[in-house]
């Protein structure tokens, strides 16, 4: 059962050294957040899933937070590449970096899986490009009803999985609405599960396309205002697209990098502090 | 309505991207549903549903159906997908329920690079292991390409992107060519139009090899072939495109002004 806690105790009692942790948000609601937090607190040799790595895994992966990354999107969306992502990936800077890449519709179905507790999740596709050849985790099986041939995933069981979304009452509950992308499946897949959210309200109210994760789901739920900045929260706040373009010249430099996050990340104390070091460089809009 | 059909007096200027976007924009049949990509894709989309299409039910892979932007989205989930949408749905219930299911009619991508079959790759330039380039990798294109029922690419033609050889099989085209896709098992058709800023390329009925049928003002035969990794099949006769009419010059220059206000307003 969840329990309303600072971000602080939530990541150094849920989230340990060696874990494989899905920090989900598909463009909508990231939890930059909780990810910087697990920087701060120095963690090591994680095993990073997540479909649409963006800015938070390119910070954890220069940090030298990872040492696997799963996924099916690496990108800095509409504005170009992941530089220290490729830089691991290209030059294994700082450490290098095992890579075990899918599709979107792959990676969601594994998902799916991972949820339902079953070992594997079959899909229609893959067949014919050269991801099975690269990825072990893609195998051909025969459907025992038809003899039609699919392709089978394993499913995706995080030790941990983080989301960021806009509300929980004050029992855990916690409510998404707008894009949900693939939260859901990555909080039922997990076997300890964190929220951060906006604020906290006596009770949810309805909103459009809103889903509820029931508080039992949850190991602990922080409340981090602004908490999915860069990205957007539905209701709270729009996506900042100028930070997205000026991460783009902090993380082309190994040396611009480092000295960045240590001013920002490492030299704040929490999200908020974060904030105000960033808007004060003028990263931020408004 | 045909795509095509729109009538007015061609634009006095407009660049070889705008000519691109137009051309493509005119290949969507009002009332279509397309799975729609982010970038060049989404502007073509959004221009048919300015201009002839209003009808066509555009999906982002972020779970958005029916979505009505306002102005072109920078990301796959734009809050601005959902804001007007008919329905806003998970991500595996966009790629089970919706487009492996068969409720795609097209499938609208781009690509790092392409070959004379229409593959795509989205994943690296060089080895695999030691790639030269590494690339954003597969995203939701692999089974849109297998499960839409026709594609359409858009690509700006330059021989760095249209090459004799893919480094990576990221999305079947029409795979070695001749039957070889439906050996493959997939429903879609496949691509059945690539266009660029130099023409429009159509599949040989036979063969399936990308052929130039259609080139845009200003640009030649040989220009093509110069921006060809391949040797380019052309047309016995290829024809010349229509050139963007005044009103899709307009409507998507409006697009792409708002676009950058609500960008630079949201500063």
């Not at chain 1, 709270?236 to 920002?264: I, K, L």
């Not at chain 2, 690339?135 to 330059?158: F, N, Q």
């Not at chain 2, 060809?228 to 963007?244: F, I, N, Q, R, S």
Request: charged share 25%.
């Amino acid at each position: 059962m969840a329990t309303v806690v600072d971000l602080r105790e939530a990541v150094a009692g849920l989230v340990r050294d060696g874990d494989a942790v899905a920090l989900e948000g598909f463009t909508h609601l990231i939890p930059t957040a909780a990810a910087h937090e697990i920087i701060r607190q120095g963690r090591k040799d994680l095993t990073l899933i997540r479909m649409t790595p963006d800015l938070i895994y390119d910070q954890m992966i220069g940090m030298g937070t990872a040492r696997k990354l799963v996924f099916s999107w690496g990108g800095n969306p509409g504005v170009g590449s992941l530089h220290r992502f490729r830089d691991a990936i290209e030059n294994g800077w700082p450490v290098p970096l095992e890579i075990e890449e899918h599709s979107h519709a792959g990676m969601a179905n594994r998902y799916v899986a991972g949820a339902s507790k079953l070992p594997f999740a079959v899909l229609r596709g893959y067949v014919g490009t050269d991801l099975p050849k690269v990825t072990p985790t893609i195998a051909p099986i025969e459907c025992p009803f038809t003899g039609e041939e699919l392709m089978a995933v394993p499913a995706l069981n995080p030790d941990v999985s983080i989301i960021h979304a806009q509300q929980a009452d004050s029992r855990g509950n916690v409510a998404i609405w707008g894009i949900s992308g693939i939260q859901k499946e990555a909080v039922l897949s997990a076997r300890r599960a964190i929220a951060t959210v906006e604020e906290v309200m006596e009770e949810l109210a309805p909103h459009p396309f809103q889903i509820v994760l029931p508080a039992v789901v949850f190991d602990a739920v922080a409340v981090e205002p602004k908490g999915a900045h860069p990205s957007y929260a539905d209701g709270y706040y729009d996506r900042d697209n100028t930070f997205y373009e000026a991460w783009d010249p902090v993380s082309r430099d190994r040396e611009g990098f480092r000295s960045w996050m240590e001013e920002h990340v490492l030299g704040t104390e929490n999200f908020g502090e974060y904030m105000e070091s960033v808007r004060a460089e003028g990263m931020v809009a408004k | 309505m045909k795509g095509n059909g729109e009538t007015g007096e061609a634009a006095a200027s407009y660049t070889a991207d705008e000519m691109m976007t137009v051309a493509a924009s005119r290949e969507l049949k009002d009332g279509t549903v397309c799975f729609v990509g982010i970038g060049l894709p989404s502007e073509a989309a959004n221009l048919a549903r300015a201009t002839h299409a209003p009808g066509c039910v555009l999906i982002y892979e972020s779970g958005t159906v029916g979505a009505k932007p306002d102005v072109l989205p920078l990301s796959i989930g734009d809050g601005v997908l959902a804001a007007h949408a008919d329905s806003v749905v998970s991500v595996p219930e966009i790629f089970n329920y919706w487009l492996q299911a068969g409720r795609v009619d097209v499938g609208f991508l781009g690509a790092a690079q392409v070959d004379r079959f229409g593959n795509i790759n989205t994943t690296v330039v060089g080895p695999y292991e030691s790639p030269k380039v590494r690339l954003p990798g597969a995203g939701g294109a692999p089974e849109i390409a297998a499960s839409a029922r026709e594609v359409i690419i858009m690509l700006r033609h330059k021989t760095r992107a249209f090459v004799e050889e893919l480094s990576f099989v990221t999305s079947v085209g029409h795979g070695a060519g001749g039957g070889s896709r439906e050996e493959l098992g997939y429903p879609g058709k496949g691509p059945t139009v690539l266009i660029t800023d130099l023409g429009v390329l159509r599949p040989d009925p036979e063969t399936k090899e990308l052929t130039l049928v259609t080139l845009h003002p200003g640009a030649s035969v040989e220009e093509a072939r110069e921006a060809t990794g391949w040797d380019l099949k052309v047309a016995d006769d290829p024809g010349a495109t229509e050139p963007p009419t005044e009103r899709e010059l307009e409507l998507l220059r409006d697009l792409k002004a708002r676009t950058e206000a609500a960008r630079g307003g949201a500063n």
